[in-house]
């Protein structure tokens, strides 16, 4: 089982949408959680933290259930520009070590 | 502020051969990552260093790779040598050791290898 896991997609919205991404993550001692966006042949890039009460980030809303040991990653009014590849990331301390692991990512296509 | 940069952004090379990645972090970032993305699979990661020191190398596909960070400043990732299995794209990060800032990585453009 991977330890970090999410539907690779592609979403295909037209403009104006709402689209949620879904995460899983298999060790239970992971600390923090993240989502990162990744464009075509580029680094990936922070998009933002998740907290466990949730957070919120103009159009992006992260939620965060220990318990369920579930992410999700909300995007409302979907841009043509938010095209990209989402990146879920669990991070956690293994052997002294804080190792973020990432997952395989989502893929978005938004339309016009 | 400069990035983290990686260099080069692209190498070719033959099975066999010898290559080195170089990675230079954010000033002042102690954490450094390696990772990899071979097509169609999530970015895997190979190694974490601390400063200089190597805290996790779990990740390190076999002994054919060997990674610095001499000074606790650039790092260096060596292939040799080099295997067809071993092509894909090479992401270096960094990031503060502090609670709040260690998960938040900033990546370089990556190095993509082939190996023919």
């Known amino acids: 089982r991977k330890e970090v896991e999410q539907d690779p997609g592609p979403f295909n919205v037209p403009e104006g949408a709402t689209v949620a991404f879904n995460c899983t993550y298999s060790n239970s001692a992971s600390q923090s959680f993240f989502w990162y966006r990744q464009d075509c042949r580029k680094e990936p890039k922070l998009l933002m933290s998740?907290?466990?009460s949730g957070n919120e980030d103009g159009r992006f809303t992260a939620q965060l259930n220990r318990a369920s040991q579930y992410i999700s990653l909300l995007i409302r009014d979907s841009k043509l520009s938010d095209s990209a590849t989402y990146l879920c990331v669990a991070g956690g301390v293994a052997g002294g070590s804080y190792i973020p692991t990432f997952g395989r990512g989502t893929s978005l296509i938004v339309h016009p | 502020e400069a990035g983290v940069t990686q260099f080069p952004s692209h190498s070719v090379i033959e099975k066999g051969q010898t290559v080195t990645l170089r990675c230079d972090p954010i000033s002042g970032h102690d954490n450094l990552y390696w990772y990899r993305r071979v097509m169609g699979k999530e970015i895997k990661f190979l190694l974490h260093?601390?400063?200089?020191?190597?805290?996790?190398e779990s990740g390190m596909p076999n002994n054919r790779f060997l990674a610095e960070r001499t000074g606790g400043t650039y790092s260096t990732l060596k292939v040799q040598p080099a295997e067809l299995e071993d092509s894909g794209v090479y992401f270096c990060?960094?990031?503060?050791?502090?609670?709040?800032?260690?998960?938040?990585?900033?990546f370089g453009s990556g190095t993509q290898l082939s190996v023919l």
């Open positions: 998740v907290y466990s």
């Open positions: 260093f601390v400063k200089e020191s190597k805290q996790d």
């Open positions: 990060a960094s990031s503060h050791e502090n609670l709040r800032g260690r998960g938040k990585l900033f």
